[in-house]
């Protein structure tokens, strides 16, 4: 495949309205992550799949942040209510499975723009 | 806590000169070190981890546990390497330890 694939790759939306970000990951590649990058910031861990299972969502902000991987290849992060501080680059990786000496193989991600 | 320190922002030296990132990290156990490099326009990529003790692209980082540091190195620098490095640690072994902390990045420029 082409890599990880993210849309959209800009979004902007207006303060409370709610946004919903689509990650493609590798085909087979079992373990898929989300990560938030603030502007001059290193990417900052969101949450973790295994297939459809969510096993670490330990980043998430607060409950308006949610996501999904429903059979296990797509997912979706969903912001409720957005807040001007949701602005961000919302970055999408995947790897072959979790465990160690697996790289992660990052997409080109969602730059998301609260006005 | 798992810690990546970058302490240096910007740096910026001459074609042909030694460069050097500095990476300093915290983590209590065996972590996985890396760096990932981001070209202009282009997305997130690895640059080079510490398991795979590889030269890429002439790059060089050596894991110091002693200093608990993980310094990207390459002797002569050339012009398409001025980029925005990261330098990342994974946790091994523990459940929901497979996330990667970054560090805040270098953003390298080589001039000429």
């Known amino acids: 495949g082409a890599g990880v694939s993210q849309s959209p790759r800009y979004k902007v939306a207006k303060r409370g309205q709610d946004v919903a970000l689509r990650c493609d990951p590798i085909?087979?590649?079992?373990?898929l992550f989300w990560y938030q990058q603030a502007l001059g910031q290193g990417p900052e861990f969101l949450t973790y799949?295994?297939?459809?299972?969510?096993?670490?969502k330990s980043g998430l902000p607060s409950d308006r942040f949610f996501a999904e991987r429903p059979e296990g290849s797509v997912s979706t992060l969903k912001i409720q209510r957005t807040q001007q501080e949701d602005s961000a680059v919302y970055l999408c990786?995947?790897?072959?499975?979790?465990?160690?000496?697996?790289?992660?193989?990052f997409g080109d991600g969602t730059r998301l723009s609260i006005l | 806590a798992q810690r990546v320190t970058q302490p240096e922002k910007l740096l910026s030296v001459f074609k042909g000169a030694p460069v050097e990132l500095k990476c300093n990290y915290s983590?209590?156990?065996?972590?996985?070190l890396f760096w990932y490099v981001q070209y202009s326009r282009q997305r997130l990529q690895l640059l080079l981890r510490?398991?795979s003790r590889e030269s890429i692209k002439g790059f060089t980082a050596d894991l110091n546990k002693g200093e608990t540091s993980f310094h990207l190195k390459k002797p002569f620098a050339q012009e398409e390497d001025s980029a925005m490095y990261y330098c990342?640690?994974?946790?091994?072994?523990?459940?929901?330890?497979?996330?990667?902390?970054f560090g805040q990045g270098t953003r390298l420029t080589i001039n000429p």
């Open positions: 085909s087979g590649h079992v373990s």
């Open positions: 990786a995947s790897s072959l499975y979790g465990g160690g000496g697996q790289p992660q193989h």
């Open positions: 983590y209590s156990g065996s972590p996985e």
């Open positions: 799949f295994q297939n459809e299972a969510q096993l670490d």
């Open positions: 990342a640690l994974r946790g091994v072994g523990i459940q929901g330890a497979q996330k990667l902390v």
């Open positions: 510490h398991i």
